[in-house]
């Protein structure tokens, strides 16, 4: 089992950039497939990007596509989520998650280990 805790949250103007991070600790990190979501008040949860054991693969929202890159430093057991042009419609709590499941997963319920989430706010 691995435990996440999201960092890097905050509030930005809109074209602005923001980096997130889920700092991982337990026995195992490169075991698990890590992704992104987001959920916004009044929404459900959404699945913003994922990455592979080893980073070999990832993959994104089409609504973020472009814009946001997911990476992973396995040997600091910490998951990155770069987020530029940012709009008022990423404004959501975002979560990090982990699967045991190789490849990138974009199905919350393939997650079995999730953060409290970090909040960000795009705003001008």
């Known amino acids: 089992q691995v435990q996440l805790v999201e960092s890097g949250g905050g509030l930005v103007q809109p074209g602005g950039s923001l980096r997130l991070s889920c700092a991982a600790s337990?026995?195992?990190?490169?075991?698990?497939?890590m992704g992104w979501f987001r959920q916004a008040p009044g929404k459900e949860r959404e699945f913003v990007g994922a990455?592979?054991?080893?980073?070999?693969?990832?993959t994104y929202a089409d609504s973020v596509k472009g814009r946001f890159t997911i990476s992973r430093d396995n040997a600091k057991k910490t998951l990155f989520l770069q987020m530029n042009s940012l709009k008022p419609e990423d404004t959501a709590v975002y979560y990090c998650a982990a699967s045991p499941r190789n490849g990138a997963i974009g199905v919350p319920n393939e997650y079995t280990n999730w953060g409290q989430g970090t909040q960000v706010t795009v705003s001008s």
């Open positions: 990455i592979s054991w080893i980073g070999s693969f990832a």
């Open positions: 337990g026995r195992t990190f490169s075991g698990y497939t």
